[in-house]
Structures are given as structure tokens and as C-alpha cells.
């Protein structure tokens, strides 16, 4: 497999094509951004540590029957990944009300949500992702109902498995952020999955472990990444 142009860049990843027009590249950048992307900073390690750790989970993922665009893991940095047509939207699930959601509504930062509370954005910086529900998805053609119900089914089955792997390595999964594609007409899970996008706090002390770090610029970002990563198990 021959890596090739650039197809896209987005604010920390980038995407190239491959000799084989069913796959591409997806290479894992420093740059870490906050707030529509108005926060950049590069953080030394960051690809690394999020290419490795998206590598685990959707292997892990895979493991459990979740579709997902993984591949194989390239070397530090990149990953070989299906060639999707991604839909622009965000599955966001939340076990515990934090970010957004106390913004919103008031609630109080820390809440056990019971059920736990999804909600769909839509994939757009300049109209700052707003939240939008299946009848925008469907009515404006972002997805068919079909691939909507998958979607949601599927965001709802990681949060099965991954509250429990971050549970008995001793951490809450707050909330997180899934994306999708179409692959050969099928929804599979796209993107990524590491501490850029979701909340992870320790169960005990409760001292966040995930990107919020870097939004309320509290430090040791990548320490807390590379803490979440050696709990769970990941080889950096
Ligand atoms: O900001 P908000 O509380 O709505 O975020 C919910 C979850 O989705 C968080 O884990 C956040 O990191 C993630 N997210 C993301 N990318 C976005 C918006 C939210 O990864 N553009």
C-alpha cells in the first residue's frame, strides 16, 4: 500500500489517499484545538499517543462487533482506514451531565444521567456544531432513517463497552463524541475515539484525564492521555 496525496486536513488529523481507492490514511497530528478551533496549540506527543490509542478501542470495539473504519495501525503516527463517506453529524452520548449540557439547561456539572442522554450535532465550525435532531438529518439529506436508527444503536452499544472497560481501570466515561461514515453502503464507526473526544475522570478523585485539560488550560494534557492509555492498557 502506497500512501499518496493529501485529501484533506482537518484541525488534527489529516487524510491521504492510497493506491487502493478503498482505503486511506489517516495521520494523526500535534495540533490539539478547543472552541471551533479560535484555541490552537501543538502538543509534543499528542499524535502519537492518539494514534495508538484510537488503534486499541477500535480494536477493541471490533473485538465486540461494532463495524469501524480500523484497518491496521502504520506506524506512531498514522493508521490505515476505510475510505468512508462520512456523515456530518456527531453522535453524542452522556453518562454524567458536564461541557455543553450544564451550559444549556442549567444542571448541575457532575450529575448522573440515568438514562443516559444522546444527542446529535451537527459537523459545522462556522455555525459552531449546533444541535439538531433525526428530522434535520433526514429532511436535509445528511443521512437516510435507516443509517440514523444504526447510528444511534451503535453509539449507544460502544457506551455499553466502554464505560466498562474505563470503569475497571478505575475511571468515569462522562460523555463522547462518535462520528460515522458509509463504507460500500454500510454505516461504520469513523474518526476517532481518544481523550480529544470524550470526558474521562478518575472515579476517586474525580480530576479530569481528557481534553477538558487543555480547554481550561490546567496542564498535563498529554500526561493525563498517556495515564488513561497505560490504565487501559494501550503499548505507547
Ligand atoms: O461540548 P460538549 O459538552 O457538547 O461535548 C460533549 C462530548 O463530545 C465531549 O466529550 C467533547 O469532548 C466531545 N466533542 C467533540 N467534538 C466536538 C464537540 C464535542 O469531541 N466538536
Known sequence: MQKKQEL?????????ATDNEDYVVLSFRDDTSAFDGEKVEQLNRKGMVNNKFNAFIMQYLA?????????????????????MKMVPVECVVRNVASGSLVRRLGVEDGLE?????????????ALHDPMINEYHIETFGWAKAEDISKMKELTFKVNEHLQKLFADAGMILVDYKLEFGLFKGEIYLGDEFSPDGCRLWDAETRKKLDKDRFRQGLGGVIEAYEEVAQRIGVKL
Request: hydrophobic share 35%.
Open 63 to 83: 473485538d465486540k462487533g461494532i463495524p469501524t473504519h480500523f484497518e491496521a495501525l502504520l506506524n506512531d503516527t498514522e493508521s490505515l482506514v476505510k475510505n
Open 113 to 125: 444521567l440515568n438514562p443516559p442522554v444522546f444527542e446529535f450535532f451537527l459537523k459545522n465550525d
Open 8 to 16: 484533506y486536513s482537518g484541525k488534527a488529523k489529516s487524510v491521504f
